[in-house]
């Protein structure tokens, strides 16, 4: 059975920062590239990064909204990968997901971590 | 980006109803993904491959499509069916969403 556990949410500050964290198990880890998906009311479902495999140098892209401020990374021997968010801001709150790329789509998702950025 | 413009945002139906929604690209996509989100739980893929039915999806359920648009179906509607529904482009990165039909029961 494939689980995808989310976990270091919490409430942060505008301008602080905060790392999540996922572990992943029930599949092969290092043969799948990994995203993260947020959602919030406000803008939906909005996809962050993802980070390739080993095969093509963990190669990372992601969303507009958040290049110069999130970075993902992976451990491919602790089945985890992980988002470090710096200099959040409110519209950045919202429930996180991680999610593998799996064939024509997001096949497995786990229960997400809420981040909150307020004041 | 490429976005997605699902329609119409909000619909209801009654129980054994054919129900059709869409989803218009703002750039053609090769293929479109469809997932399905209930109350408190995570989206589940629901539909890769523009037509493919994930594991599990009842066969009541379709998907058509090409270049910018595309649409769901679901020939009968059931209880069960209510949720909203959200089309998603793998074609061009960044990975975009629609912003979803939510389907209630009339």
């Known amino acids: 059975e494939v689980k995808l556990e989310e976990s270091g949410g919490g409430l942060v500050q505008p301008g602080g920062s905060m790392k999540l964290s996922c572990v992943a198990s029930?599949?092969?880890?290092?043969?799948?590239?990994m995203n993260w998906v947020r959602q919030s009311p406000e803008k939906g479902l909005e996809w962050v990064a993802e980070?390739?495999?080993?095969?093509?140098?963990?190669?990372?892209h992601s969303a507009e909204s958040v290049k110069g401020r999130f970075t993902i990374s992976r451990d491919d021997s602790k089945s985890s990968v992980y988002l470090q968010m710096n200099n959040l801001r409110a519209e950045d709150t919202g429930i996180y997901y991680c999610?593998?790329?799996?064939?024509?789509?997001?096949?497995?998702w786990g229960r997400g971590t809420l981040v909150t950025v307020s004041a | 980006e490429n976005v997605l413009t699902q329609s119409p945002a909000f619909m209801s139906a009654s129980l054994g109803e054919k129900v059709t929604m869409s989803c218009r690209a703002s750039?053609?996509?090769?293929?479109m993904s469809w997932y399905q989100q209930k109350s408190d739980a995570s989206p589940k893929l629901w539909i890769y491959?523009?037509?493919n039915l994930a594991p599990g999806v009842p066969t009541r359920f379709s998907g058509s499509g090409s270049g910018n648009s595309y649409s769901l179906t679901i020939s009968s509607m059931e209880g069960e069916d209510a949720a909203t529904y959200y089309c998603?482009?793998?074609?061009?990165?960044?990975?975009?969403f629609g912003g979803g039909t939510k389907l209630e029961i009339k």
């Open positions: 998603q482009q793998f074609t061009s990165s960044p990975w975009t």
């Open positions: 029930g599949f092969t880890f290092n043969k799948y590239g």
């Open positions: 750039s053609s996509v090769n293929y």
């Open positions: 999610t593998p790329t799996a064939t024509g789509g997001f096949g497995y």
């Open positions: 491959y523009t037509s």
């Open positions: 980070i390739r495999l080993k095969s093509n140098n963990y190669a990372i």
